[in-house]
């Protein structure tokens, strides 16, 4: 028996652990459904547009899971405050998201219109 096998043979509760397979690479797993962990991705290459995330999509299309967070989440490349905010209520903007960590956060630690972007958005009153 795998480990993995192993993991999902032991019944947890669906919050104490994180599947962030992803479905492109390993194709369709219960813990990457949210059957038996909450859901978790890391989002570069889609971090401005979580949506067309096709494996991602096809798994919250699939899952039953009441929420999802963006474990991973990096805006890579050089943008101005309004492309990082776009990006951020773009992630934030599905019903089921819950939760974005910013990885790598050293790496914009200086970066004055990343800072700019999350402080607009945690202080706005909009909805998001």
């Known amino acids: 028996m795998s480990l993995f096998e192993l993991f999902f043979a032991v019944p947890f509760p669906r919050w104490a652990g994180r599947d962030g397979g992803r479905p492109e690479r390993s194709g369709v797993r219960p813990g990457a459904l949210g059957m038996v962990m909450k859901l978790g991705w890391s989002f570069y ?4 547009e979580p949506r067309k995330d096709t494996g991602v999509q096809c798994n919250l299309a699939k899952s039953d899971a009441p929420h999802w967070a963006a ?4 805006l890579q490349g050089n943008h101005d405050t309004a492309a990082w905010r776009a990006a951020l209520a773009n992630t934030l903007g599905d019903k089921r998201c819950r939760y974005v960590c910013i990885f790598n956060w050293e790496s914009i630690r200086s970066n004055t219109a990343a800072l700019d972007a999350v402080t607009s958005l945690v202080t706005s009153d909009e909805p998001r």
């Open 45 to 48: 290459k889609h971090a401005a």
């Open 71 to 74: 474990t991973e989440w990096l």
